[in-house]
C-alpha cells in the first residue's frame, strides 16, 4: 500500500490475530518465463510498432483481466 498524507486509513473489522512467527512468501524470479513470454512477444506487431525490432526484449509485467463484473485480475512482474 502507497501511503498517501492526504487521506487517513483505519481498520474497522475484527482484530486480527498475527503469530509470532508464520511463512512468509518470497518472489522468485524465473528467467525461462521472461525469455519465452519475451520470445513469443517478437512475433507480435502492434499498429505500426513492429515488436522485433526491440533489442534485448524483456517481459517486465503483464496483466490478464476479465472483462466482467467481480471478474479476476492477475498481475505478473517476474523481474524485481
Known sequence: MIHNPAFSYKY???????PESMMVYKQQEDENFIKDTSNILKHFSISNIDISKFEKLQVTSLTLQEDIENGYKINI???R
Do not use: A, F, S
Open 77 to 79: 512482474n517476474p523481474k
Open 12 to 18: 474497522v473489522g475484527k482484530k486480527i490475530n498475527i
